[in-house]
């Protein structure tokens, strides 16, 4: 009876884990839209920002051989702020890129939840730069609810082939 269950609860964590894996890889793979593109520091910079309609990202990108550190805020731009009373949940990903915009690395790197339009998120993430990133670029998904507690689904994301 013991050595059924174990078989049972085997099959349960490789079948998760399993799910995991795909999650995580999702991306990999997919092309990024040219318009938001940076090319991947060769020394540490500061002051930087990217934008989107819906967000703005404040950050700095500190780099020590393959290694890459970022640092910052986000904020919601005017847009959303004009149209919806807070967001739902929104997740800020960081993808690493080669030199056809596709992605090679990426994790989430903010994420906020039930928060006023007017707040500001930290984020920050650590990378080991693969040797065919050149570039990298933000993207993020996540929801808005309105006056009527109706929601918006936004996203920004590399898209696959």
């Known amino acids: 009876m013991a050595r059924k269950f174990l078989k049972i609860a085997l099959v349960f964590v490789v079948v998760a884990l399993a799910g995991c894996q795909t999650t995580t890889d999702y991306y990999l793979g997919a092309r990024a839209s040219g318009g938001t593109i940076a090319r991947i520091p060769a020394t540490d ?26 640092s910052g805020t986000f904020t919601f731009a005017n847009s959303p702020r004009f149209v919806y009373k807070r967001v739902y949940d929104m997740k800020l990903k960081f993808f690493l890129l080669d030199a056809a915009n596709r992605v090679v690395a990426y994790r989430d790197v903010g994420r906020t939840l039930t928060h006023g339009l007017e707040d500001e998120t930290r984020i920050k993430g650590e990378f080991t730069l693969p040797a065919s990133a050149v570039a990298y670029t933000f993207g993020y998904e996540g929801s808005f609810i309105g ?10 994301l590399p898209q696959r082939d």
């Not at 910079?45 to 290694?67: C, F, I, K, P």
């Not at 006056?147 to 920004?156: A, I, L």
């Open 45 to 70: 910079e500061s002051g930087l920002h990217w934008q989107d309609l819906y967000l703005s990202v404040d950050y700095a990108l500190a780099r020590q051989g393959d290694r890459l550190a970022l």
């Open 147 to 156: 006056d009527e507690e109706d929601g918006y689904h936004v996203w920004k």
